[in-house]
C-alpha cells in the first residue's frame, strides 16, 4: 500500500479549524476547513 496523502495542522490551519491536505500523487496542497477534509481525501484516494 502506498501512501497518497498526507494531513498537516500548523499553528495557523489550528487557529483557524482548518487542516492541510497534501496530494502526493500530484503534489496539490489545499487548506480547508476540518469538516471538509474528509471529501477532499475521499476524491484524492477515490
Not at 1 to 9: E, G, L
Not at 16 to 39: D, W
Request: cysteine-free.
Amino acid at each position: 500500500m502506498k501512501v497518497s496523502v498526507v494531513v498537516t495542522v500548523g499553528p495557523d490551519e489550528a487557529a483557524n479549524a482548518q487542516v492541510a491536505v497534501k496530494n502526493l500523487i500530484n503534489g496539490e496542497q489545499v487548506t480547508v476547513k476540518r469538516e471538509a477534509a474528509a471529501e477532499v481525501i475521499r476524491k484524492i484516494i477515490g
